[in-house]
């Protein structure tokens, strides 16, 4: 049951970011991004979570104009952990760099610091950053490489561990819409 309303709420704020991103019209293209924490996801973490623990991070890039090198982005995130002690909800606002006029074509690289607020029972507001690298499949789909740093005051509160920075890397696709 747990698992459906992780899902239903995923949804609804999926769409949530559409209908939003829809009526915004000061950007070049929009897309969604999924991801999901690789080692989580894929192995566990050697401590308290087995491999295929949930831990996504939604977004809506809104990309600006094609400059020389790059665009400039600028994105809302969500991500959410199925994790012990209280469910973690993180939503943050981005603002990135990202370079496509690399030696590949179809390869891009780029970064962001965000800046936003922490639920896991208790609340805090945090900073971050990503550093990506994307591969573009088509003119639809990239597939994404994430590693994101993020400021954790919530372990501060559950395990004494203040002004804690944790590291993640995650995996998943981008979805142009335009």
Known sequence: MKTIKILLTLFALTLLMLITSTSIQAQDKI???FTQDAKLGL???GKAYEAGTLDVTMSIQLQGAQ???GYFVV???FEYADLKYNSYKRWTVNVGYTLNKLFLDD???GGSVGYGFI???VSGFCWGSNAWTKYKINNTIKVVANLQLTERPDLGFIYGNTGAWTYSGHLGLEISLN
Do not use: A, H, I, N
């Open 119 to 121: 639920d896991r029972g």
């Open 107 to 109: 390869l891009e690289m």
């Open 67 to 69: 400059e020389k090198w």
């Open 31 to 33: 897309s969604l991004q």
């Open 43 to 45: 192995t566990g973490d």
């Open 75 to 77: 994105y809302p995130e």
